[in-house]
C-alpha cells in the first residue's frame, strides 16, 4: 500500500507564492510510483486536474489555468517526493490540493487515472 502526505499549503495573498510538497511512503520502491500528480478540489465544485509528471520528468502536463504559474518537479534523489511550486496564485486558485500516485507510465489528467491519493492539504489565496 502507498501512502501519500501533502504539505506546504496556507494562506496567502494574491500574487503570492506556495511550494506544495508530496512524498510517498519511505518504503514504496520509487519504479513502482511511476506518475505523479496534483488535482485540487474547491467547495461545491468536482476535483480537478492541475499538473503531472512522470518518473524522470520527460511528461509533464499542466491545466491551461495554472500552465506559465505553476511548476511541478520530481526529487532528484528521492522520486517518490514531487513539488509544485505555485507562483502568482490568484483567488480562483483556493482550493484543497490533492497529491495522486500511480504505476502507469504515461501520466494521466483525469482522476481516474491514479490509484493512490493523499487526504490533500488546503490552500487559501485571499487578500
Known amino acids: 500500500q502507498v501512502q501519500l502526505v501533502e504539505s506546504g499549503g496556507g494562506l496567502v495573498q494574491p500574487g503570492d507564492s506556495l511550494k506544495l510538497t508530496c512524498a510517498a511512503s519511505?518504503?514504496?520502491?520509487?519504479?513502482?510510483?511511476?506518475?505523479m500528480g496534483w488535482f485540487r478540489q474547491a467547495p461545491g465544485k468536482e476535483r480537478e486536474f492541475v499538473a503531472t509528471i512522470n518518473w524522470n520528468a520527460a511528461r509533464v502536463y499542466y491545466a491551461d489555468s495554472v500552465k506559465g504559474r505553476f511548476i511541478i518537479s520530481r526529487d532528484n534523489t528521492n522520486k517518490n517526493t514531487v513539488y509544485l511550486q505555485m507562483n502568482s496564485l490568484e483567488s480562483e486558485d483556493s482550493a484543497v490540493y490533492f497529491c495522486?500516485?500511480?504505476?502507469?507510465?504515461?501520466?494521466?489528467?483525469?482522476?481516474?487515472?491514479?490509484?493512490?491519493w493523499g487526504l490533500g492539504t488546503q490552500v487559501t489565496v485571499s487578500s
Open positions: 519511505a518504503s514504496v520502491n520509487p519504479f513502482t510510483i511511476l506518475s
Open positions: 495522486a500516485a500511480d504505476t502507469a507510465t504515461i501520466p494521466s489528467k483525469v482522476v481516474g487515472g491514479y490509484k493512490y
